[in-house]
C-alpha cells in the first residue's frame, strides 16, 4: 500500500513580486489497497468561503431549504429531454447536477465524476464540519430512504469519506430509479473547499473498479431501459461568456450543442474504469510539440490539464512570455495564443478564456496547465480547461470518447460576463452551420508567424483575496 509520506501542504509564491499564494496538495502518483487499486484526482478552487460578489446568472430557483453555504449559480434548463443542467461555482472550477431522493424536494448538488464510478452524498448523520455547511441526506428527509448495514470507506491522498451504502429512488435528468450509493456518515475537512454535496460517478468502472459495490447511475438507467445507448454527453459552461447552459445529455447527444460531427477517438484499456484516449500530438497556434505516445484521461472533476513537467515545459515554450515556477506557469494575461490539443487527427482548440488563469500581478496570469505527472509519465489528465471548449460524448458500449466542437457566438458573447442577479439570461445563440474539417498540427518552423483569428475572450477576473487552492485528491477504497 501506498502511503503518501511528504508534506501534505507546500505553499509556492509563483513571482516574487506577487502576494498570491497556492495552496498546493500534491498529487500521489498510484495508491495501492487491499482488495482494489483505484485512483482519482480532483482539483478544485478553494471554495471556503462562500464569495458573494460573483455573477449570477441562475433562472432555475431552489425551492427548498438549503444548507449548502457555497456559491452554486444554476444553469439554464436543458435544451432537449434526459437531460440535466449543469450547475458550477461561478468561477468554473467545479461542475455539478442536481439531483434529488426519494419523497424529499431537496437538490443534492454532486459533481461530476468521470474519473471514478462512486456515488456518495453527505449523510444525515454526518456530525464533520463539512456536514454543517453542505445539504445532507438521511433519515426523515425520505420515507423511501432505506440505509444497509453495509460500510463504505473511500481514502483519498488529502481525506476520506466513509459511512453506509443505503437505497433510495433517485431522481435526475427526469428520471425516477432506483439507487444505491453511499451515504457519509464521516467526511474529512478537506470537502470544506468544495460547493459539492456529494460526487456522481460516471466513470467506466466495472465491479472491480467501482468501490462502492452498486449498479453505477448509468447502469440503472441502462437496466431500466431508460436509455437506448450507454453513453452520456457533456456540454460545461464558461462563466466569462456569460452563458450558463451547462448540459448533461443522458442516452443521446445533444446536436443542438456542436457544430458538425463529433470526432470519436477509441478508448485505451485500462483497469481504473478511466476515460482515458490516445493524444496525437499537443501544439500552440499550429505549432507542434512533436510528442508521441501520449494519452488523455478525460475527466470533468478535474477542473486543470496536468501533464508530466517536461511536456508542460514544451508547450509553455510556444507560448511568448510565459514563465515557470516549479509544477506551474504563468502566461501573459494579454496571450493570445491557442494552445490546441489533436485527438483523432483533428486539433481541438483551447480558448486563451480557459488557459489563462487568475491574474497575478505585473500582467501576469496563471497558466491553468499544469507540470505535474498524475499518473504514467505519458498520461496527461484533461479536465474542465479543455472540456469547456468541446461538447464531450463519453460511449460506453462504443468504447470511445467524441468531441464536437462548439459554436464561437458563445465565446463572442464574452463581453456580457458579468451579469446581475435576476437580469435575464443572454439568449442561447444558434450554432455555426458547416462542419469542421480536420486539420494538422505543423512542426513548428522558427519565426513561423502565427496569428490566431478567434477566442479572444474576456477573462474573469477572479477578484483580488480570491485564494486558488490546487486540490488534488487520489482516491484509494475498500468496501469494508
Ligand atoms: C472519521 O474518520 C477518521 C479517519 O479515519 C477517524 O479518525 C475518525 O475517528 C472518524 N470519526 C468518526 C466520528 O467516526
Ligand atoms: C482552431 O482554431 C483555428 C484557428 O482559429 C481554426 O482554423 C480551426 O478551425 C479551429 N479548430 C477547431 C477544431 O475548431
Redesign the pocket.
Known amino acids: 500500500m501506498y502511503i503518501p509520506s511528504t508534506s501534505a501542504v507546500a505553499c509556492l509564491s509563483l513571482l516574487p513580486l506577487v502576494s498570491a499564494f497556492y495552496p498546493y496538495v500534491p498529487v500521489y502518483p498510484i495508491i495501492h489497497s487491499r482488495k482494489d487499486l483505484y485512483k482519482s484526482v480532483r482539483h478544485a478552487e478553494d471554495a471556503l468561503n462562500p464569495r458573494d460578489d460573483s455573477i449570477s446568472l441562475g433562472i432555475r430557483r431552489t425551492l427548498t431549504r438549503r444548507t449548502n453555504k457555497y456559491n452554486i449559480i444554476s444553469a439554464q434548463p436543458p435544451t432537449q429531454s434526459n437531460s440535466v443542467a449543469v450547475d458550477q461555482d461561478g468561477t468554473d472550477f467545479s461542475y455539478m447536477v442536481t439531483i434529488t431522493f426519494g419523497t424529499s424536494s431537496e437538490e443534492y448538488h454532486m459533481l461530476l465524476d468521470s474519473a471514478a464510478s462512486n456515488t456518495w452524498i453527505m449523510g444525515g448523520d454526518c456530525t464533520s464540519d463539512v456536514c454543517n455547511t453542505h445539504n445532507t441526506f438521511g433519515n426523515g428527509d425520505s420515507t423511501s430512504l432505506t440505509i444497509s448495514d453495509k460500510t463504505f470507506s473511500i481514502v483519498y491522498g488529502t481525506g476520506q469519506v466513509s459511512g453506509n451504502l443505503a437505497t433510495d429512488t433517485a431522481h435526475i435528468a427526469g428520471f425516477s430509479v432506483p439507487f444505491t450509493f453511499g451515504l457519509a456518515s464521516n467526511v474529512s475537512s478537506d470537502f470544506l473547499s468544495y460547493p459539492m454535496d456529494g460526487i456522481l460517478g460516471l466513470g467506466r468502472g466495472d465491479s472491480t473498479s467501482n468501490t462502492i459495490e452498486a449498479p453505477s447511475i448509468m447502469d440503472v438507467l441502462i437496466s431500466e431501459s431508460l436509455i437506448k445507448t450507454k453513453l452520456f454527453g457533456v456540454h460545461l459552461s464558461r462563466t466569462s461568456s456569460g452563458v450558463n447552459d451547462g448540459e448533461l445529455d443522458f442516452g443521446t447527444p445533444n446536436p443542438q450543442l456542436y457544430n458538425g460531427d463529433l470526432i470519436y477517438i477509441p478508448t485505451i484499456a485500462n483497469t481504473n474504469g478511466f476515460w482515458e484516449i490516445a493524444v496525437d500530438d499537443a501544439g500552440v497556434d499550429g505549432k507542434a510539440l512533436g510528442v508521441k505516445g501520449r494519452s488523455a484521461i478525460i475527466d470533468t472533476g478535474t477542473s486543470f490539464i496536468l501533464m508530466p513537467s517536461d511536456d508542460a515545459v514544451a508547450l509553455h515554450k510556444l507560448i511568448s512570455g510565459s514563465t515557470q515556477s516549479g509544477e506551474t506557469f504563468t502566461v501573459p494575461c494579454s496571450a493570445t495564443e491557442?494552445v490546441?490539443l489533436s485527438f483523432g487527427g483533428?486539433?481541438?482548440?483551447i480558448s486563451t478564456a480557459d488557459y489563462v488563469g487568475r491574474r497575478l500581478g505585473g500582467g501576469a496570469c496563471a497558466s491553468n496547465i499544469i507540470g505535474r505527472q498524475t499518473f504514467g509519465s505519458t498520461q496527461w489528465l484533461v479536465g474542465d480547461v479543455y472540456l469547456k471548449n468541446v461538447y464531450t460524448v463519453f460511449d460506453f458500449d462504443g468504447s470511445r470518447v467524441g468531441f464536437g466542437?462548439k459554436g464561437e457566438e458563445k465565446v463572442a458573447a464574452s463581453s456580457s460576463a458579468t451579469v446581475s442577479g435576476g437580469s435575464p439570461v443572454p439568449s442561447k445563440t444558434s450554432p455555426l452551420a458547416g462542419t469542421?474539417a480536420p486539420?494538422a498540427l505543423s512542426q513548428q518552423s522558427p519565426g513561423a508567424s502565427a496569428s490566431?483569428?478567434?477566442n479572444m475572450a474576456v477573462k474573469g477576473d477572479e477578484g483580488s483575496g480570491a485564494m486558488l487552492a490546487l486540490m488534488a485528491f487520489i482516491v484509494l477504497a475498500v468496501v469494508l
Not at 346 to 349: H, Q, S
Request: proline share 8%.
Open positions: 491557442i490546441q483533428v486539433n481541438f482548440n466542437v469542421t486539420t490566431p483569428t478567434h
